[in-house]
């Protein structure tokens, strides 16, 4: 659980499939003081483990956070010729964000504006549709900041400058983490 800024909360849970053979879908929801929050939807690739994020919730609820995972569907992977699921994932997965740098807010400014900025990079020879990114802020191995980005369309090869913004006091910050997140099991993600 992370400040998510005034009177709002960020959680920030991890998942793991350890299923080599098998990708899975989660509905969930969160618990904040007893109040539930909207069922979502998540999926967790074949050997990922992976953070399942709720940005911006109201911490007026209370102080306790529970994350509740309703169902789980599970879908054995295809992997079209590859000899694991793992080579598969390498060979569409080769998205990576390069130079990534982060800007500090100004602490004479009357609203903390910080910045992350990164070019995104599609290795792969595939293009996708709706590719949400994950950014994490780290402190040494603590994250102290969480946001998302999503890209309408991704082209093979394609190089893509980006910023994320942050609108509240973090602390010092150490290290940016661009986390794909992308589900290569599902036909419409592809162009």
Known sequence: VLSGGVGKI???????????????????????????LPLRKAFVLPGETKFVSELGASSGFGASAEFRIERRLWHRVDLQGARSASEFAEARLAIRAENPVYAPSDPL??????RAAFTLVNSSAFGYYDVNLLVLLYRGDAVVGVNR??????????????????YQLLPQVTKVEVVPDLNIYDPYAYR
Do not use: C, H, Q
Request: net charge negative; hydrophobic share 40%; glycine share 10%.
């Open 10 to 36: 960020d959680l920030l849970p991890s998942v793991e499939n350890r299923n080599g053979g098998f990708w899975a879908e989660l509905e969930y929801r969160y618990v904040i003081g007893g109040e539930e």
């Open 109 to 114: 400014a009357t609203t903390p504006v910080s």
């Open 149 to 166: 980005a999503s890209l309408d369309v991704l082209a093979a090869g394609e190089r893509k400058n980006m910023e994320i913004f942050w």
